[in-house]
């Protein structure tokens, strides 16, 4: 390992010779190009260009050179159980967060969850993530998660919730808008939702909290169609009160009908699509093959780190294979072939990049390599790895071949965060040290009973089924055979 680099704030860096992705409408692809970052902001993207004065010059031949990518809904308090949840059903995540065990949380619990989540996302190329922060009771919660995430030099944006209380209540507390005014100051690196799931109550109870979105001029973002949770019902009244708007995040939207499709399409929102989440949680089935034909804007998500992986290969590839998976299904249903795969590797890149950006307002500056953009970059290259040649189809190989292992250098809003596979400026044995305390502190508050059952839940039987042929008739065909 060479001598860490310095990178003073001042520095402009160069990556020189990668294949970039710019992530334009024609999705090209440029190779062995340059990205000079100057400042906060990419300043060329061109072919040999000269290295200004002090400038830190990361060589990226061989690699890819791509926008950083956007998570538009994770719940990063819940990093701090990654893995406790694998065998979960939404059922058991319900029961074990929602009514059980979510209260436990303290202010400092939170803060443990999103430091590690903030720093997982910055390390694995996802240089913006939402933090669809359900679990704040209390304002100090909500601090806790603002402090965690300005700790670590990646973009948020704070979704602001509570599971544990209705929306009406909790955002229509002076203290919930006095928070707002002390902690969203309009920081470039900090934006804000409010989040909340619509329950289909033909009362529409939710209304007062829209309300308060809509006075504070932030978006919504809802947990919508997931399977015995949230339906059309909930679309419906959303629309019939005009709250459904540009803005609006739908997240899941898995098993909704078409109705509440072409309402979301007409009012312009966009839906978030977490497919690791819905292939094993529950909600429907990962919706982008049904919403292709809506003509919704579409971005990726992780959800939760409780379960599932947070980095946004997985995003692209499981979100890839669930479309093709069912159109084949569909087809095959009909005793057709599918002969084209209609969802494409650069389509779900381009769901992960500038899908996001335009979901959370920032088509304009974020999710892009040109000249005048927020220099948010991901250079995947691993020399090392036998996975990273030849490179032959870029988009492929960033959808089906390069993991988190290869994300060699990051850049945030123009500062490196990541370079030669290490993170820089981060404390990570600090974050460590939170996440056991929380870890200790849940386990023991839980009795190791309670704590053993929630991570294995009981396995329904599988019936092995009566099979005609048996192993000795086959044994004696044969043996007459020869
Ligand atoms: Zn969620």
């Known amino acids: 390992m060479n001598e860490p680099t310095d990178f003073g704030p001042d520095r402009p860096v160069l990556l020189r010779g990668g294949t970039v992705l710019p992530m334009d409408d024609a999705h090209s692809v440029l190779p062995c190009t340059d990205v000079l970052v100057v400042g906060d902001r990419i300043a060329e993207v061109g072919q040999d260009l000269p290295a200004p004065d002090g400038a830190v010059v990361v060589d990226a031949t061989d690699g890819i050179v791509m926008p950083g990518m956007i998570d538009t809904h994770r719940h990063m308090w819940q990093t701090a159980m990654r893995g406790y949840g694998a065998d979960w059903t939404l059922t058991q995540y319900f029961v074990w967060y929602y009514l059980e065990y979510g209260k436990l949380w303290r202010p400092e619990d939170v803060h443990a969850g999103n430091l590690l989540a903030a720093i997982e996302a910055i390390d694995a190329g996802v240089t913006t993530v939402v933090d669809w922060s359900h679990g704040l009771r209390t304002v100090d919660h909500a601090d806790a998660a603002v402090d965690a995430l300005q700790a670590v030099p990646g973009r948020f944006v704070l979704a602001y919730g509570n599971i544990q209380a209705p929306p009406a209540e909790w955002t229509g507390a002076p203290e919930f808008r006095d928070f707002v005014r002390r902690r969203i100051t309009g920081d470039d690196m900090l934006g804000f939702q409010i989040a909340f799931d619509v329950t289909g109550d033909p009362a529409f109870p939710e209304k007062p909290a829209f309300e308060v979105a809509r006075d504070l001029g932030v978006p919504v973002t809802t947990h919508a169609g997931v399977w015995g949770a949230t339906s059309d019902d909930g679309i419906r009244l959303m629309h019939e009160h005009g709250f459904m708007t540009p803005e609006t995040v739908y997240v899941h939207a898995a098993s909704l009908s078409a109705d509440s499709y072409h309402r979301i399409a007409a009012t312009g929102g966009s839906i978030s699509v977490s497919t690791e989440s819905e292939q094993s949680a529950g909600q429907g089935y990962p919706p982008t093959w049904a919403i292709r034909a809506h003509d919704i804007p579409v971005s990726l998500s992780m959800d939760t780190s ?177």
């Not at 071949?401 to 030669?420: F, I, M, P, S």
């Not at 502190?441 to 599988?462: C, F, H, V």
């Not at 092995?464 to 042929?469: E, G, H, Q």
């Open 306 to 482: 409780v379960w599932w992986s947070g980095d946004l290969f997985s995003a692209m590839r499981t979100t890839l294979g669930a479309d093709r998976s069912r159109e084949h299904m569909e087809a095959h249903v009909k005793g057709e072939t599918v002969t084209h795969c209609s969802l494409r590797a650069d389509q779900v890149v381009d769901w992960a990049t500038r899908g996001g950006a335009r979901a959370i307002g920032r088509g304009d500056d974020l999710g892009s390599i040109e000249a005048g953009r927020k220099a948010d970059i991901v250079l995947i290259k691993n020399d090392a790895s036998p996975v990273s040649f030849p490179l032959l189809n870029p988009y492929g190989h960033v959808a089906f071949q390069a993991q988190r292992g290869d994300v060699h250098t990051v850049l945030v809003n123009g500062r490196v965060v990541k370079h030669e596979h290490r993170l820089v400026g981060v404390d990570l044995a600090a974050a460590r040290r939170e996440v056991e305390r929380t870890v200790e502190y849940l386990r023991s508050t839980l009795g190791e009973e309670a704590w053993q059952k929630g991570m294995n839940p009981d396995i329904p039987e599988t019936k092995i089924l009566d099979n005609p042929y048996t192993y000795t008739d086959y044994h004696s065909a044969s043996t007459h055979s020869r």
